[in-house]
């Protein structure tokens, strides 16, 4: 089933951008209407076009659960006839319930991946000989458990997230299963994503050869962490960036001040001959440097000073301020995602554990980032937690956030 966008009569400005091409949420939309309705044996009277769009429109108001989904829409019944079907009026929230927990998870991550696709534009070219690591697109990618689903004789519902660093955009999640891993879900991610002209940032948990060799042959580039759960590769690597930060003066360095405290952050880079001489090279496919960051965080008021350090390798040309960047942005994966779904949707609050609840409920939350994400240029002041409830209180914004989005 395609839908078409049903306009308010009132409303004289969207009237002339649907005029104007393709909306992104009609691209959703029709990236839904792949996900198989796991109710149509039933003859359902609530279509699953109009539950999912009453879900993302719940989160953009900053809610996601069943009940408030039904309470969304019977307080905006009215306007939801407007470019909704509703055939058995308004779902309730054990209908809801029913629903999310049934739907295939991984046809709804399919879904969502054909929607992103096409809002990330064309392939990057890179220029052959030795890229500017600023030419490339970066996807952060890290796990992330949801808290609140652990039940009696459960395991936590986990998934694995991609956040396209470059401009906050969800790009990609992987639902781990209970008997299942970061690490085996890992490459069964990567092969659904582009990764031409694109370097991909990962913790140490996904410091794995064949995580590695899967990105290379994938035509992308990848930086990760490096720690003890590879012991001969971090014995070989921690000593020699050790010596070169206590002979060297960092490569790049950079001073913050804000939030009450001033960080200084070091970086080095080891390269060339020192890198082409480790007995470890031949594991890591397309291995080029291997990056120390220190970082010295001081109080201005006590003047106490905390150091830490990270090592991380890395495919890409040793240019050091790019690298240091680099490090630092894929940290926003934790302080841009995962705290806004913690702190705007509550996520690790969310109870539903029963079947796919908790991983397509996390795919709604995701959409609605992605739809705030993207009016957000509209409203460079405001915050997505501002956003979020002026959408609630004016439905007229909460349509302009579902439609106003064109698509070339």
Not at 64 to 76: G, I, K, L, W
Not at 215 to 220: L, M, Q, S, T
Not at 257 to 276: D, F, P, T
């Amino acid at each position: 089933m395609r839908y078409r966008s049903r306009m308010p009569p009132s409303s004289k400005q969207l009237t002339r951008t649907a005029s104007g091409g393709s909306f992104v949420f009609i691209r959703l939309l029709n990236a839904f209407a792949s996900v198989p309705d796991p109710r149509d044996r039933r003859e359902p009277k609530h279509l699953l076009g109009d539950i999912l769009v009453i879900a993302v429109c719940t989160a953009l108001c900053g809610q996601s659960a069943f009940t408030d989904m039904e309470d969304f829409a019977r307080d905006h019944e009215h306007w939801l006839r407007t470019f909704l079907e509703l055939p058995g009026g308004i779902p309730s929230h054990d209908t809801f319930n029913r629903v999310f927990q049934s739907i295939d998870t991984h046809r709804f991550e399919a879904a969502f991946r054909a929607w992103t696709a096409g809002l990330c534009g064309p392939a990057v070219e890179v220029p052959a000989g030795t890229p500017s690591i600023a030419l490339l697109r970066h996807l952060a990618i890290d796990g992330k458990i949801l808290c609140g689903t652990k039940g009696k004789g459960q395991n936590r519902a986990a998934a694995i997230n991609v956040l396209n660093v470059d401009d906050g955009l969800v790009f990609a999640q992987r639902r781990i299963p209970e008997e299942g891993s970061e690490i085996t879900q890992m490459p069964l991610l990567l092969r659904h994503l582009r990764l031409k002209g694109t370097v991909v940032s990962m913790d140490a948990a996904h410091c794995q050869t064949d995580t590695i060799d899967l990105i290379v042959e994938r035509g992308g580039e990848w930086l990760v962490s490096l720690r003890d759960n590879q012991p001969t590769t971090a014995a070989e690597i921690t000593p020699l960036l050790e010596a070169l930060a206590a002979a060297e003066a960092p490569a790049a360095e950079s001073t913050d001040k804000g939030h009450g405290r001033i960080e200084i952050r070091r970086c080095w880079v080891l390269e060339g001959e020192a890198i082409a001489n480790l007995k470890c090279r031949g594991r890591w496919k397309g291995l080029r440097g291997a990056i120390l960051c220190e970082r010295t965080v001081i109080d201005p008021l006590t003047h106490k000073e905390t150091t830490g350090r990270r090592i991380f390798m890395t495919s890409l040309p040793p240019q050091a301020a790019e690298l240091a960047a680099l490090v630092r942005r894929h940290w926003h994966v934790e302080s841009s995602l995962h705290w806004s779904l913690d702190v705007l949707w509550r996520e690790d609050e969310a109870r539903a554990r029963t079947g796919y609840a908790a991983t397509n409920l996390s795919l709604i939350r995701k959409t609605a980032v992605n739809l705030l994400k993207l009016l957000k240029p509209q409203f460079p002041k405001m915050s997505v937690a501002r956003l979020t409830k002026k959408a609630a209180r004016r439905p007229d914004l909460l349509y302009n956030l579902l439609t106003n989005l064109l698509s070339a």
